[in-house]
């Protein structure tokens, strides 16, 4: 199905002659009411525009039901300059509508898990949070498309951007340990529950705002998709993302065909999901634990990984059975995680064997499938494939 959005987009982008190319001075203002979502563009011709609306209304939710996004957190430590995944955000519902030729509105419900590391401060005492924290999530974005395409890169980055208010809904699902930072902070807190207004009731709210407040501040410069077409690989990211750039990869170990290229920092309780990847290409994951603990991994068909997902949320054991491989990862070790062509679709599931918390970087690639470059950049000033 990416593959899918993905031709589709780049037909439009192969049409959108007037499309505002890198380096072009700006003349006009750009598309939508947010001047800060996305670089300045020219008007793309009115009828190709529509074209985008009308493609995205109908393989936008196709290609993000059942989507499993990874979720990072500010403050987490991982090697490198890029903030690690540390939850999943599972996207079980998803509506879509034109509102207008021009304007398309999505709708996504979704069940998650993310770790919090937030200071609270209520009623002149300090409060700390820091563990996983479980929700469900309801969020809607009302927006159109702009695009960029840069010639020598051989890039096209294409922009959904918002122009009506994000609007977001969220339900923490799971008890908060509410940590005191001193005994004034106790005794405040023990003279609130005599009021009903409780620690763990106040850290509710507070995370809950907040967590709605970071969703709105990330989905109000709407989404990009950046598609390399030198090597066929497309990514999407919340916000924009500079024209003519590739997102930084966790590892250079499977270069130019991965799945997914990451970070990750598994926490006490945590856990972690990528995918789901189709059944018949054979799935290969590639882990470098950096130190201070091991951890699990499994590979499940994607319903067992949705019920263990649903029983995370909920606060419920998450037992992890039917696994179709398993493997331990210790601490310092390289190795690779592999799975046949099966014939469900697929799910990878991390866990921390011990309290420790685990940072370490992995990728996942098909064992049978290369992606196929839509340009041969071989021949052209372009980086070739091999080294991109």
Not at 274 to 291: H, I, Q, S, T
Not at 342 to 356: H, Q, S
Not at 359 to 383: E, G
Request: proline share 6%; aromatic share 8%; glycine share 6%.
């Amino acid at each position: 199905m990416q593959a899918k959005l993905t031709v589709l987009i780049l037909l439009v982008a192969c049409m959108a002659c007037s499309c505002r190319r890198t380096g072009d001075k700006n003349t006009s203002e750009p598309a939508a009411a947010n001047s800060h979502s996305a670089p300045q563009f020219r008007p793309m011709a009115k009828n190709l525009r529509e074209l985008m609306i009308d493609i995205a209304e109908s393989h936008a939710c196709r290609y993000l039901n059942g989507r499993i996004m990874l979720l990072s957190a500010p403050g987490a430590q991982a090697a490198g300059s890029r903030e690690p995944d540390t939850g999943n955000l599972w996207i079980y519902g998803c509506h879509s509508e034109q509102t207008d030729p021009n304007t398309l509105r999505v709708e996504i419900k979704g069940k998650g898990w993310k770790w919090i590391e937030q200071d609270t401060q209520t009623v002149g005492a300090a409060f700390t949070v820091q563990q996983i924290v479980l929700f469900e999530v309801t969020m809607s974005m009302t927006g159109t498309f702009d695009m960029v395409y840069d010639p020598a890169e051989h890039i096209a980055t294409v922009y959904f951007v918002p122009t009506a208010p994000v609007e977001a809904e969220f339900e923490v699902t799971s008890d908060i340990d509410v940590q005191t930072e001193s005994p004034w902070s106790w005794i405040v807190g023990q003279s609130a529950s005599w009021t009903g207004q409780s620690l763990q009731k106040r850290a509710v709210e507070e995370i809950r705002n907040r967590a709605v407040h970071r969703i709105i501040a990330k989905l109000e410069h709407g989404f990009t998709i950046i598609v390399d077409l030198c090597t066929g690989n497309s990514y999407t990211k919340f916000g924009t993302f500079e024209p003519g750039k590739l997102p930084e990869p966790a590892t250079d170990a499977q270069p130019g065909d991965f799945q997914v290229n990451s970070r990750a920092v598994l926490y006490a309780d945590s856990l972690l999901m990528a995918g789901p990847f189709e059944p018949d290409k054979g799935v290969l994951a590639r882990f470098e634990n950096g130190g201070n603990g091991g951890f699990q991994a499994w590979w499940l068909c994607q319903n067992k990984a949705k019920e263990i997902a649903w029983d995370y949320v909920a606060d419920r054991q998450a037992s992890i059975t039917d696994a179709l491989s398993t493997i331990t990862v210790q601490e310092n070790e390289t190795t690779e995680f592999s799975l046949p062509a099966t014939n469900c679709p697929v799910v990878l599931v991390m866990r921390p064997i011990d309290g420790t918390p685990v940072s370490y970087n992995y990728t996942v690639v098909y064992a049978h499938k290369r992606k196929q470059p839509f340009i041969d950049c071989s021949q052209s000033s372009a980086v070739p494939p091999s080294t991109r």
